[in-house]
C-alpha cells in the first residue's frame, strides 16, 4: 500500500525553529513536495525535493532521505502567519505518467507569542 | 508565477441540482490538472485526473457519472457535480501541473459547495 505519515498537531514559539516529520511508503518515488496551507484556503507550494539531502529557501528548508523513506519541513524564525497546516506530498509514479500526488494527512502548526 | 484560478468561490445550491466549477491556469497551459476534495480538518482527496483532449481518469471510489469533468483546452477544466445532494457539501480544490523540471502542482483556491 502506499502511506505518508506526519504528526497532527504541533506548537511552537515565535522566533523559534520547529521540524515537521513526514515518513512514506509508496510505489515508485519520483519527488516530494510541501505544501502550506491556511485555514479556508488552498494550498501553496513551499518546496520540492527529488534528490537526498537539504533544499534551503529562506527561512524555510526541506531534507529528503530516499534510502530512509524520510523527509523534513524545517521553519526558522517562526511567525505568528506561520500558523497553518503544512501538507507532505509524494509523487509515486516515474514521470511521464500523470504524476499525481499522494497526500500525507497534513500537520498543523500553532505559533504561539 | 503560476496562478490557477477557480469560480465560483463559494456555492450554496438545492438538493438536485448541477453545480459546475472551473478551474483555469492563467500564465501557463496545463494538459493535467487534478480535482481534489477536502473534508474539515482533513487532507486532500484526488478525486480525478484530467487530461486535456482526453478523458479523465478516476481514483477508485469516485462515481465518474457524478462527477463529470472536462478538460476542453489547455488552460481550463470544469468539475460538474450532478444531481448534488448534503454529502456532497465539501471543499473542492483544483491543481494544474505545470511542466518543467519539477512538474510541480498549483492550487486553485478552492470552491466552497454547500447543498441544502
Known amino acids: 500500500g502506499q502511506n505518508i505519515d506526519q504528526p497532527t498537531e504541533m506548537t511552537a514559539t515565535e522566533g523559534a525553529i520547529v521540524q515537521i516529520n513526514c515518513t512514506y511508503q509508496?510505489?515508485?518515488?519520483?519527488?516530494l513536495f510541501w505544501y502550506q496551507q491556511h485555514a479556508g484556503e488552498a494550498p501553496t507550494f513551499l518546496s520540492y525535493n527529488v534528490l537526498d539531502g537539504l533544499e534551503e529557501k529562506g527561512r524555510f528548508s526541506s531534507f529528503l532521505s530516499r534510502s530512509k523513506g524520510y523527509s523534513y519541513l524545517l521553519l526558522k524564525e517562526l511567525q505568528m502567519k506561520d500558523s497553518a497546516s503544512y501538507l507532505c506530498?509524494?509523487?509515486?509514479?516515474?514521470?511521464?505518467?500523470?504524476?499525481?500526488?499522494?497526500f500525507g494527512q497534513g500537520t498543523t502548526l500553532q505559533v504561539k507569542p | 508565477g503560476a496562478v490557477v484560478s477557480q469560480h465560483p468561490s463559494r456555492v450554496i445550491c438545492k438538493s438536485g441540482t448541477s453545480v459546475k466549477i472551473e478551474c483555469r491556469s492563467l500564465d501557463f497551459q496545463a494538459t493535467t490538472m487534478f480535482w481534489y476534495r477536502q473534508f474539515p480538518k482533513q487532507s486532500l482527496m484526488l478525486m480525478a485526473t484530467?487530461?486535456?483532449?482526453?478523458?479523465?481518469?478516476?481514483e477508485q471510489g469516485v462515481e465518474k457519472d457524478k462527477f463529470l469533468i472536462n478538460h476542453a483546452s489547455l488552460t481550463l477544466s470544469t468539475l460538474t457535480v450532478t444531481s448534488a445532494h448534503p454529502e456532497d457539501s465539501s471543499f473542492y480544490i483544483c491543481?494544474?501541473?505545470?511542466?518543467?523540471?519539477?512538474?510541480?502542482?498549483?492550487f486553485g483556491p478552492g470552491t466552497r459547495l454547500t447543498v441544502l
Open positions: 506530498a509524494v509523487r509515486g509514479t516515474k514521470a511521464g505518467n500523470t504524476g499525481k500526488l499522494i
Open positions: 491543481s494544474a501541473k505545470r511542466q518543467g523540471s519539477t512538474d510541480t502542482q498549483y
Open positions: 484530467s487530461n486535456e483532449g482526453s478523458k479523465a481518469t478516476y
Open positions: 509508496t510505489s515508485g518515488f519520483n519527488g
